[in-house]
Every structure is written in C-alpha cells, then in structure tokens.
C-alpha cells in the first residue's frame, strides 16, 4: 500500500480530532465508535470486520507493511498520519504508531445467552481498565464463551481496558449488564450453575473437578470490596482458591486466573 506521508495528518485534521475524542468516554457514548493502538488490537479490529479507519505513522507504516495490506482487503480506510498526530491519538508515553476506530463490539446479553454458553466470566464492578483488560484476556486464553461486566463498571472499550486485553476484546463476546438479577436470571435460565469467588468459601478448588465439569459462571468480586452479599447470597456455591504460602490473598486477575483455568481443563478432559 502506497501512502503519501507528503499529505499526512496532523494532529489539527478534523478527522484526527474526532479520533482523539474517543479516548474519554464522553466522546465514545457520543460517537458510538472507540479507538484501538496497537499490533494486536489494530490486527484483531481489521479482521473482524470491526475497524472502520486506521491512522499510521510513517515509521509504523513500514513496520506492519502486511497488517496495512490486510486493511486495504478488508476495504478500511488507511490514513498517513504525522508522529505529533500519533501522540494526540495515543493513551501511552511511547505509541506504536498504529490506530484504528471501530464500531463497538459489546454483546447483548439475550445474544450471548442464546448460545448456551458453558463457561462465562461475571466481573462484579470493576473499576480497574487494566483488570478489565486482563480478564478478557484471560477468558479468551481458557477458551471461555463470554466475558460479563456486572454492575456500575470500566468501559472494555476504553484505551487501557483494550490494551490490557492485547486483542482478545475482538475475540470473544464481551457485554455490559448493570442489573443483577437480569444477570442472575439469565445465567439461571441457560442452567449455568453460580460458583462465587470467597475466601472463606464452602467449597475449596482443589476437591472441584466434578463440579467444575458443569457448565458454570463465575462471580468475580470488585478489587477492593468484593463481591456484593446480594450476589453472593444467589450463587449456587461458594469456592475459595486455597493458600499455602503466606500471602494474605490473590488479587483479582490472579484469582480469576486460576478459576477459570480450572474449569476449562474440568470441561475439556
């Protein structure tokens, strides 16, 4: 592809500015469109159909030569940009170079559910984009049918939450519900059974496996205060992740690594 960086953008090119504005949330809600950095992201976004642009430096135009081919087969719009429009564009101090706005990607929750999903993630108000990023990520690794963000939450799509999650947000469904029981009701009506993550839970991981082969939803907590007794009063079960070590606990990444983990090597032995 032959880009004319004579003709570059710059970080005062409306197109550009209206990019930037996808950053803040407002500007997301507003546009209903949310913007990608990165290989990973960028790749992902062009291969499923979600990217709409792609803004690229020169540097980086050289450097993803066959992700920019990839676009222009795809029919996306591959803008020159210049390295001062990169910086207004990017939520990092060191930026690949590399962008893409994209339609949204989050699922309806009646969509996901008419699947009849067999392992989902329920992350509780998670207020943390790198967490939220992470357990994506992590869902998508183990082979998970969704990823649900419960309650008053981060944004999946937002800049640090999509580069947490390395691509994977394009990957697999992810959804936003703010209302529990239509959570709970749902999950109910697939018979997925409830597994709530506790540290004093009734049931320990390590004697689980019979369990764990059902088809499941796990409740992760918020980072700092948990899970809400509302929730954790519905779950069918509750497990804790026994420590052996000294550590006090696991912070919620790990924690939701080692469940989900589990579960997956449970329902594909």
Not at 58 to 70: D, G, N, P, Q, V
Not at 71 to 80: C, E, F, K, R, W
């Amino acid at each position: 592809m032959n880009l004319d960086f004579s003709q570059a953008f710059t970080e005062r090119t409306p197109r550009v500015v209206n990019a930037a504005k996808l950053l803040k949330t407002a500007g997301r809600k507003k546009a209903e469109l949310f913007l990608a950095e990165g290989e990973n992201s960028v790749e992902a976004a062009i291969a499923t159909g979600a990217a709409q642009d792609v803004f690229v430096t020169e540097r980086a135009a050289e450097r993803f030569t066959e992700l920019l081919k990839a676009a222009g087969h795809m029919n996306v719009y591959v803008h020159p940009i210049s390295d001062k429009a990169a910086k207004t564009l990017s939520d990092t101090v060191t930026t690949t170079g590399i962008f893409a706005v994209c339609k949204p990607v989050l699922w309806p929750l009646r969509d996901v559910m008419r699947s009849k999903p067999r392992l989902v993630m329920v992350a509780v108000e998670t207020s943390e984009p790198g967490n939220a990023g992470t357990l994506i990520r992590v869902a998508d690794a183990v082979g998970a049918d969704a990823v649900l963000f419960a309650g008053e939450t981060v944004d999946p799509q937002g800049p640090k939450a999509l580069r947490a999650s390395a691509g994977s947000l394009f990957h697999i469904p992810v959804i936003r519900e703010t209302n529990f029981q239509t959570i709970v009701d749902s999950l109910k009506a697939r018979d997925l059974q409830i597994i709530a993550t506790s540290p004093d839970g009734e049931a320990s991981l390590d004697d689980a496996d019979e369990l764990l082969a059902k088809p499941t939803a796990w409740l992760f907590g918020n980072e700092a205060h948990g899970l809400p007794k509302e929730l954790l009063d519905k779950a069918d079960i509750t497990m804790r992740i026994p420590i052996r070590g000294r550590a006090e606990s696991l912070n919620l990444a790990t924690a939701a690594s080692i469940c989900m983990y589990e579960s997956s090597k449970a329902q594909n032995r």
